[in-house]
Nanobody
Framework: QVHLVESGGGLVQAGGSLRLSCAAS????????MGWYRQAPGKQRELVAQ???????NYADSVKGRFTISRDNAKNTVYLQMNSLKPEDTAVYYC??????????WGQGTQVTVSS
């Protein structure tokens, strides 16, 4: 099992910044991909950004150039730096970890609210 705990959400004005953190614990060996997803009210959960164990990254088109995903392997933590936030970025943000042949693990989510 992999246990994920998100932090760093909150209320920010449009144009502002937030940094989300996701601390992983438990059976973290051989986590292949970690990522951030978000779900706005009435919408499906969508991918925001991913980072592989090798450091390759992938972003949703809507956040490219504004968000940056990174990882600190020593701290078993993944970060999402969010700049130039927009009201449409308002959602619950979930951390995700994939272990191939084992499964997918989710955090409990952290609320991000961007006011106009």
């Amino acid at each position: 099992q992999v246990h994920l705990v998100e932090s760093g959400g909150g209320l920010v004005q449009a144009g502002g910044s937030l940094r989300l953190s996701c601390a992983a614990s438990g059976s973290i060996f051989s986590i292949n991909v970690m990522g951030w997803y978000r779900q706005a009210p009435g919408k499906q959960r969508e991918l925001v950004a991913q980072i592989t164990s090798g450091g390759s990254t992938n972003y949703a088109d809507s956040v490219k150039g504004r968000f940056t995903i990174s990882r600190d392997n020593a701290k078993n933590t993944v970060y999402l730096q969010m700049n130039s936030l927009k009201p449409e970025d308002t959602a619950v943000y979930y951390c995700n970890a994939l272990k191939v042949s084992v499964g997918v693990f989710w955090g409990q989510g952290t609320q991000v609210t961007v006011s106009s």
